[in-house]
């Protein structure tokens, strides 16, 4: 949901958001927040963490690409000074959406679940759940040959990383990813009208 103000009324956009904003002149007091979380890559080795950011960098496109209607928030952007842990759960806590990719390369050549994004995943899922937080819906995004997912997680509708003979498909997975991004902000947005 976007929340514009004109004429000293605040009124909230009934319509597509990207194309209520471009139609009209408003000025914005706040946008919708996305909490990204993904594995870091700097214990990846070269070949792996070339990969790694890849799709890193796709999910990154994807939702810049929708910057004129979500403010992103990304784990790896926190650099202020103070307990992470406090800064991550502050920041997913103040977030109506999320995205969650969990899988990280092995030295074996395999996908396996980071602890970390299955933590924030949880907390995700516990917000989500909850009628009174601000978060209303996550995406979950995985390697399909990655280790099996926690059960509570399993039910959610997973995204999966498109890939040809083990190589990425980068236009695949980026438009896959572009229209769940824009599917969760349209029902986000119509569940608070």
């Not at 004429?7 to 408003?26: G, M």
């Not at 083990?166 to 824009?182: C, N």
Request: glycine share 4%.
């Amino acid at each position: 949901m976007v929340l514009l103000k004109k004429n000293c009324q605040e009124l909230l956009v009934a319509t597509e958001p990207k194309e209520a904003l471009k139609t009209q002149h408003w000025t914005q007091l706040a946008l919708p927040q996305i909490f990204v979380a993904y594995p870091g890559v700097e214990r990846l080795e070269m070949e792996a963490r070339a990969e790694h950011e890849a799709i890193i960098e796709i999910i990154r496109d994807v939702i810049d690409g929708f910057s004129d209607i979500l403010k992103a928030v990304y784990w790896e952007d926190l650099t202020e000074a103070g307990n992470i842990n406090m800064q991550i759960i502050r920041d997913i806590s103040n977030s109506e959406l999320g995205l969650c990719y969990f899988s990280e390369p092995t030295a074996e050549g395999q996908f396996q679940e980071n602890a970390n994004v299955l933590f924030e995943a949880g907390m995700m899922q516990a917000l989500v759940n909850f009628p009174s937080t601000r978060l209303r819906a996550w995406i979950p995004v995985r390697e399909k040959e990655s280790t099996s997912i926690p059960f509570d997680i399993a039910s959610e509708r997973i995204l999966l990383v498109d890939r040809t003979d083990g190589k990425l498909d980068k236009t695949s997975f980026a438009d896959a990813l572009r229209q769940r991004v824009a599917t969760l902000i349209k029902n986000a947005k119509h569940e608070n009208d």
